[in-house]
């Protein structure tokens, strides 16, 4: 394991951050000033997340994955000046505490276990009411909305998102436009130049990121999400590279009240992936696509839940930028293999009463009938168990309010040809907001 290092631009980075913070004795002197220095905000998301990944299924090889690391995001921003102009800066850090040689491959980390340390955000903003134009480094969160008191039952809103499921998240060079027409109906556009991975310091060409080798095409995107009535969202988005890849999918999200502690959810969602142009992603034409249905029923402080999903037989889905909006989207499996189908049933529990702030979840999802898309050949069936608790610390006035903890494992059976592979992932990350004002 290499020793960590930062680069002097890093080192740059964060004493820039440091000027943007208040002492105690300017707090009375900030409140009287303008909103741009008002409202401005500085802070440390602090975390550290343990991962350790025994992947049988491709028997007799093994793949070993397994790091421990340390770091955070480091971030200010200002507030608005004359309500139209902000800008704001991030830095990102990861560090191994234990990384081992021969178990890379976490993204918790660089390539090799070395650590990640980059300016991942440094934008302006510009804003017109309900209109804003964001341009330079940033996060994409394209706001996935669902109604309030239900479970989270995807990672993110679109096949564009911060992926913040590690150390470091995605973040983007782009130019963001979202525009709130109602509170009920919200549009977006965007342009991808560059992307940063999360396992990564540097931004390369959106092409690239994606998986096309040597390829300089950047992203274009646009959606819009719109809510007819209440607790129902419909969501549709387009994502283009050039000669890379085309991404479109719809999805509709509806919650019916049966009392004051029930609720019935239904949802669904279609998504279709194509290459374009030269096909410089695979080097040949491809098309595939996905539908997913979803239901949820709840009552109190308990969730069952339930999922079906097909994906075509033009190859798998990709998610380069996201883990996408897709029902199925495992610890360590996605379920959408070619000509995948797949089931998943859970149980989802809110113990709050019991233990403030505590919640788990247990889930089996079971995908057969995939195969290999160049051969037509018949790949393994597969089935994911996955259990998980999450405790968020609420206690405002503490020094740790908001801290989270949470703990996942997955099992995963692949029945091969050779008998039965046994594959697992344990994951345990902390998370701890610091607010510098």
């Known amino acids: 394991m290499r020793a960590p290092r930062l680069r002097p631009t890093t080192l740059s980075a964060v004493c820039g951050f440091c000027a943007l913070l208040p002492g105690g004795a300017a707090q009375a002197q900030l409140d009287a000033a303008s909103p741009f220095i008002r409202d401005a905000a500085a802070g440390f998301n602090a975390r550290t997340f343990y991962m350790d990944s025994e992947d049988n299924s491709k028997a007799p090889a093994q793949t ?97 998102g911060r992926q913040d499921n590690r150390m470091v998240p995605l973040t983007y060079q782009a130019v963001l436009l979202g525009w709130q027409a109602h509170e009920r109906l919200n549009y977006y556009a965007g342009w991808v130049d560059k992307a940063k991975l999360r396992n990564s310091e540097d931004f390369v060409d959106a092409g690239a990121a994606i998986g096309a080798k040597g390829s300089g095409s950047d992203l274009w995107s646009g959606g819009v999400q719109f809510a007819p009535v209440k607790d129902f969202w419909v969501q549709g988005w387009v994502h283009r590279s050039s000669d890379v890849i085309r991404i479109g999918f719809v999805d509709a999200d509806y919650v019916a009240r049966l009392s004051a502690a029930s609720w019935l959810r239904l949802a669904g969602q279609y998504s279709d992936q194509r290459s374009d142009g030269s096909n410089a992603l695979t080097g040949q034409a491809f098309a595939t696509s996905n539908t997913q249905v979803y239901a949820e029923y709840g009552l109190d402080w308990l969730s069952f839940y339930g ?46 009463r019991w233990a403030s702030g505590l919640s788990a979840y247990v889930d089996v999802t079971r995908g057969s009938d995939a195969i290999n898309p160049a051969s037509g050949a018949a790949l393994a069936d597969a089935t994911e168990v996955d259990a998980g608790a999450v405790w968020t610390l609420k206690q405002k006035g503490s020094a740790f309010d908001g801290l989270r903890a949470r703990l996942r494992y997955a099992w995963v059976t692949d029945k091969t040809s050779t008998g039965d592979q046994k594959s697992s992932d344990l994951r345990i990350d902390l998370n701890l907001p610091i607010d510098f004002r």
């Open 64 to 160: 070993l994955k397994e790091a421990w690391a340390i770091g955070g995001k480091l971030f200010g921003r200002t507030g608005y000046w004359r309500d139209t102009l902000q800008f704001g800066a991030s830095y990102y850090l990861s560090l191994p505490l234990y990384a081992p040689d021969g178990r890379d491959g976490t993204l918790l980390l660089a390539p090799g276990q070395e650590t990640i340390s980059v300016l991942g955000e440094l934008y302006g903003r510009l804003k017109v009411g309900d209109t804003r134009l964001t341009l330079g480094r940033q996060e994409i969160d394209l706001g996935y909305q669902r109604a309030s008191g239900v479970r989270s039952n995807r990672g993110d809103a679109t096949y564009l």
């Open 307 to 352: 999922t079906w999903s097909r994906t075509g037989s033009g190859a798998d889905m990709r998610f380069p930028f996201s883990s996408g909006p897709i029902y199925t989207q495992q610890i360590m499996r996605s379920f959408t293999r070619a000509h995948e189908s797949a089931w998943q049933l859970g149980l989802g529990t809110d113990l709050g």
